[in-house]
């Protein structure tokens, strides 16, 4: 129950096109839910985060979607840029706990030129 | 300039040593957290404190000890009895509520 699982494993998008990577989790005491993005290398950034009072949350070219009653959340990467090319990762934890935030396997997301 | 600092970058083992790994933060968190991460995988926690003086063991304790004297710190031992140490650490802290922040990592490699 403490689990999140994400989907795909590995993604490969066309420059321009929209990238899509989806999560599904079990708990639902979670109650806030981020997107990190990681380079080789590199420590994981926080891209993006939502909470489930809110269906969707737009910043630039990146949108989480968020559906309660699925259980389901989802990152939308528009137009997307060879740049953007990464590890996804997402998460959810729960608010005043200072307990784990529970991630998914994570996303390599490969945009072609 | 705040944030999570972890040193060495790079970290070389060798066979029967321990080594740690630091990780310092200015951010006042309270919680620290130890991931590993593996080529292509994902993350893996090792060990978390959510005070001073108090951590408990994550998915994959077994061959890592850690100490949290202050706040600030939460540094990482990796002992002989981890097998197989060769791979990419990361720290990381957060406040309850608060976005987790990571650290650079430090990567760790067996002579």
């Known amino acids: 129950q403490q689990q999140v699982k994400q989907s795909p494993q590995s993604l490969i998008v066309q420059k321009g096109g929209i990238s899509i990577i989806n999560c599904a989790y079990e708990n639902t005491a979670f109650d806030y839910f981020p997107w990190y993005q990681q380079f080789p290398g590199k420590g994981p950034a926080l891209l993006i985060a939502i909470r489930p009072d809110v269906s969707e949350k737009k910043e630039g070219r990146f949108t989480i979607s968020f559906n309660k009653s699925a259980k389901q959340f989802s990152l939308h990467i528009m137009d997307s840029q060879p740049g953007d090319s990464a590890t996804y990762f997402c998460a959810a934890s729960i608010t005043n706990r200072d307990d784990k935030i529970i991630f998914g396997k994570g996303t390599r997301l490969h945009i072609l030129p | 300039d705040g944030g999570i600092t972890q040193s060495p970058k790079y970290l070389f083992r060798k066979e029967g040593q321990n080594v740690t790994l630091s990780c310092e933060q200015n951010l006042n968190h309270d919680a620290m957290y130890w991931y590993r991460q593996d080529p292509g995988q994902g993350l893996r926690l090792i060990y978390y404190?959510?005070?001073?003086?108090?951590?408990q063991k994550g998915d994959i304790a077994e061959g890592y000890s850690v100490s949290r004297e202050k706040k600030e710190s939460f540094p990482l031992t990796v002992t002989s009895a981890q097998k197989n140490p060769t791979a990419f650490y990361l720290c990381a802290s957060r406040t309850s509520g608060e976005t987790q922040y990571f650290g650079p990592g430090t990567r760790l490699l067996v002579l």
């Open positions: 404190s959510q005070i001073v003086n108090d951590f």
